[in-house]
């Protein structure tokens, strides 16, 4: 059951997969419209609340075994829905395991620090996961478009040299190997929006009132600089997919869509590293079979020795009864049922 589940998400999550090694041309290779067939939203609810029930388990499971970490770095364009796809995602899931991390214009102190810096200080721990709203990717994205942002880096001559894209290329491949061969996972989502969409979406914030604070005339300032993002991402997306932190382009221009893909490739890592629960040694066994005991006979009279036993005792008991009910309701049905259409059938 679990297997056929994690080979159902591996399917669907696979055409989102950015193929190690491949040249990716996004306006060519990746429609921001596409829904894998889920045609209704009330659909693709339903399959979102699955996805956070999953994580949830998963994520209980990681957080006790504490030996492996996941990092989900998500980038977008302005309005791809950064926000509202973490909030839905990581809706069903204990806060105190989760540590989301902004990552905005570098302050001084981080530039008087290499660019790796800001990113490995804010890395999730063991048993954790971590989610970093844009990341150490900005460095080769909006850094790149921008080239005044590398000018501000105060980079030594030789550091700042036509193959500096490739080089951090290269730097960010083998940091993100480097914390995967150390129980870091890395999870990278690209939420893949359309100029049109990303208009819609700013004018929506201009009409509806409660939208207004997140409007900012910068992000559509930055919209001038569309062709030179989507050629950035290709270059970034072809160079940095591999086989240890593959990119998953998940189309955006439907919102609960985009949530749903989201949740499958993290459920997929979450349920590939297959976290398990401590084992309980004979000796842990026994040294609770006594405490147990202890405590038992601290009940006072009239408590039941041990309330939360007889609690789930009963909880079983009921539910085999309803489950007795159900069948025999079930063979009434269908003899009725039978009855009826031979009656039918004899007419
Ligand atoms: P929101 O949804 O709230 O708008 P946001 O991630 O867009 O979220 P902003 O404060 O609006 O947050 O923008 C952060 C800005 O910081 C972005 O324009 C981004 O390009 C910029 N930024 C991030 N990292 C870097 C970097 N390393 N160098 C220069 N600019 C950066
Ligand atoms: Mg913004």
């Known amino acids: ?34 829904r894998a067939g889920v045609r209704k939203k009330k659909d693709g609810v339903e399959l979102l609340r699955g996805g956070i029930e999953q994580l949830a388990d998963c994520q209980r499971r990681l957080a006790a075994q ?62 954790e996961i971590g989610i970093f709203n844009r990341s150490h990717y900005e460095e080769v994205l909006v850094v790149r478009v921008h080239p005044d942002n590398l000018r501000r880096q105060k980079l030594p001559d030789a ?16 940091w993100e190997r480097y914390l995967t061969d150390n129980g870091f996972r890395i999870v990278k989502i690209f939420l893949n929006l359309s100029k049109e969409e990303q208009r819609t979406r700013f004018l929506k914030r201009i009409d509806v009132p409660e939208r207004n604070w997140k409007f900012s005339s910068a992000d559509v300032r930055e919209r001038a ?58 000796e842990t066994r026994r040294e609770l079979a006594e405490v147990r005991k202890e405590l038992e006979a601290e009940a006072p009279a009239g408590a039941a020795p041990d309330p939360y036993k007889k609690k789930t005792k009963n909880k079983k008991k009921n539910e085999k009864r309803n489950e007795k009910k159900n069948s025999t309701k079930n063979r009434t049905k269908n003899r009725t049922k039978n009855r009826s259409a031979d009656k039918k059938a004899s007419s």
């Open 1 to 34: 059951m679990g297997d056929d589940r994690a080979d159902r998400i591996a399917e669907f999550i696979e055409p989102l997969r950015v193929e190690p090694g491949s040249k990716v041309r996004l306006a060519e290779d990746f429609d921001p419209g596409f």
């Open 159 to 174: 550091a700042r040299g036509p193959d500096v894209w490739k080089r951090r290329y290269r730097e960010i491949n083998d």
């Open 225 to 282: 600089y569309w062709d030179d993002y989507q050629r950035a991402f290709s270059k970034m997306l072809s160079a940095t997919s591999t086989p240890w932190a593959p990119w998953y382009v998940v189309p955006a221009d439907h919102k609960w869509f985009a949530r749903v893909c989201a949740a499958a490739v993290l459920v997929h890592t979450l349920m590939d590293i297959d976290p398990q629960y401590p084992q309980v040694t004979d």
């Open 66 to 127: 504490d030996t492996y970490g996941v990092l989900l770095c998500l980038q977008a364009l302005d309005a791809g829905g950064k926000d509202g796809t973490i909030r839905h995602v990581m809706s069903g899931v204990n806060p105190q395991g989760v540590r989301v991390v902004g990552f905005k214009v570098p302050s001084n102190d981080e530039l008087d620090h290499d660019y790796l810096w800001r990113y490995s200080r804010n890395l999730p721990g063991r048993g």
